[in-house]
């Protein structure tokens, strides 16, 4: 997989939050010379979106009968999708369109903790929005991931 991540994202309630540029299948029988050559794909489409933002559009439902996730949609920028195709050879992924998002969730979880139950309660500005969800997010590294293997790049190393 070639994922960006956020800046940050404590919005999320997944343990790796990251939007999948492409997924390219399951690793057993494969060389492991194509995690290199993956890698190298990674960083040519790292290099036409540099550190970016991308604006929410919509929170849906995505996934599978019975393991349905909430996720965060984004409208993409030309930058991401010529990325996206730089490294659409790789992609074994059952869905062939691109659609740029970050599950963020279990199934109804994202507006489940969303407004504040006690909005004067004395608490700092942080804890106050820790459970909101964000009208843009900001992706400023690339990860490249073969099986438990992981290489993560800061996207501001392109920034030139």
């Known amino acids: 997989m070639i994922a960006f991540l956020p800046s940050n ?3 999320c309630k997944q343990d790796f939050p990251h939007m999948t540029l492409v997924y390219a299948g399951d690793i057993e029988g494969r060389d492991k010379s194509e995690f290199n ?5 990674a960083i ?13 559009t919509e929170i ?3 996934g599978d009968e ?6 965060l949609i984004f409208y993409p920028i030309p930058q ?18 691109f659609l740029p998002h970050v ?23 942080r804890d106050k929005r820790r459970n909101t969800l ?3 997010v900001y992706f400023d590294r690339l990860a490249i991931c073969w099986g438990d293997d992981k290489m993560i790049f800061s996207l501001g190393d392109f920034d030139y």
Do not use: C, H
């Not at 040519?44 to 929410?56: D, K, M, P």
């Not at 599950?103 to 500005?125: C, K, M, R, W």
């Open 37 to 41: 050559t993956m890698g190298k794909d």
């Open 80 to 97: 991401l999708l010529l990325a996206r195709q730089v490294v659409e050879g790789w992609n074994q992924s059952e869905f062939s369109e």
């Open 103 to 125: 599950s963020i969730g279990p199934a109804g979880s994202a507006l489940a903790d969303n407004v504040p139950q006690t909005a004067y309660v004395d608490e700092n500005y």
């Open 66 to 71: 019975g393991e349905e996730v909430d996720a």
């Open 9 to 11: 994202a404590p919005w």
């Open 60 to 62: 849906r439902e995505l």
């Open 134 to 136: 964000p009208a843009s």
């Open 44 to 56: 040519t489409a790292a290099r036409a979106v540099r550190t970016f933002s991308l604006t929410v």
